[in-house]
């Protein structure tokens, strides 16, 4: 088990995240990008996979507004599990919703355990993307969908001092990727109707009013929770993260494929 000071996600990281993004939310766009990730897709009775399930707000609206047989989220961090527990336990749906606590490396799923995967910003954190795509290709049903956002890499190589400083500052262990390496790594693992959609023109004016918030409304508030040291690196680091959103080199992406039936 990790002690609080090997945790990635700590009390502070998700008490100013939920201030940006929402209760049960560690990364942009609350419940409408969760709803743009999924599209028109028709979950009704499916068993549904979150990789990297944070506190639990994705797979607590998936719970509660498509209508699944179940939402099983896994996270690596036992604090976190803990969180999204309790707020599918506060949301009374704990009857369909199952948190675990996994290793990094392979899914720990049989073949076949799920009908939809699906990730919202975390895919981020694992470094061999083609290897995951196997995985996900192996544990959905025929006909299953993987549903997710990350954030990739405009850039192919090394980063640019800017995208180097931002990563630094960020203090997460990125694994950024490009668009064709998603593309290549879910061909190659055998899924069909590859969409991969760049969300960074939205992101570009998002992220701008977020840095307006956290030195604004939101900034007296977080003062008392996690102090102004803590507080003004956490602007620090969304101003270098806008800068690599105007540079193209930052691009949150919508990434949909299904496995063939």
């Not at 009857?95 to 009908?115: E, H, M, N, R, T």
């Not at 995985?135 to 969908?145: A, E, R, V, Y």
């Amino acid at each position: 088990m990790e002690t609080p000071e090997e945790l990635e996600y700590d009390q502070d990281m998700i008490s100013l995240l939920e201030a940006v993004w929402g209760e049960g939310f560690m990364s942009p766009g609350g419940t409408e990008e969760i709803d743009r990730v999924l599209g028109d897709k028709d979950l009704r009775e499916a068993r549904v996979l979150d990789i990297g399930c944070g506190i639990g707000g994705a797979a607590v609206h998936i719970a509660l507004t498509r209508h699944p047989r179940s939402v099983t989220g896994i996270d690596i961090e036992e604090n976190l599990i803990t969180l999204s527990a309790s707020l599918a336990e506060k949301n009374d749906v704990s009857a369909i919703c199952d948190f675990k606590q996994v290793a990094p490396g392979p899914l720990p799923f049989d073949p076949g355990s799920f009908d939809v995967v699906f990730s919202k910003d975390s895919i981020i954190h694992i470094a061999d993307k083609s290897r995951l795509a196997k995985d996900i290709h192996t544990i959905l049903s025929p006909g299953g969908w993987f549903l997710a956002s990350d954030w990739l890499c405009g850039y192919e190589g090394e980063p640019s001092p800017q995208m180097q400083a931002y990563i630094e500052a960020e203090g997460l262990d990125f694994e950024l990727a490009s668009a064709q390496v998603y593309q290549t790594a879910l061909e190659a693992a055998g899924f069909v109707d590859i969409e991969i959609i760049e969300r960074n023109a939205w992101y570009r004016n998002q992220a701008r009013i977020e840095r307006d918030n956290l030195a604004g409304s939101l900034y007296a508030g977080l003062l008392e929770q996690v102090g102004e040291d803590y507080l003004n690196r956490a602007i620090d680091v969304w101003e270098k993260m806008i800068v690599v959103l105007d540079s193209g080199e930052h691009r949150p992406t919508l990434l949909r494929a299904r496995k063939p039936s």
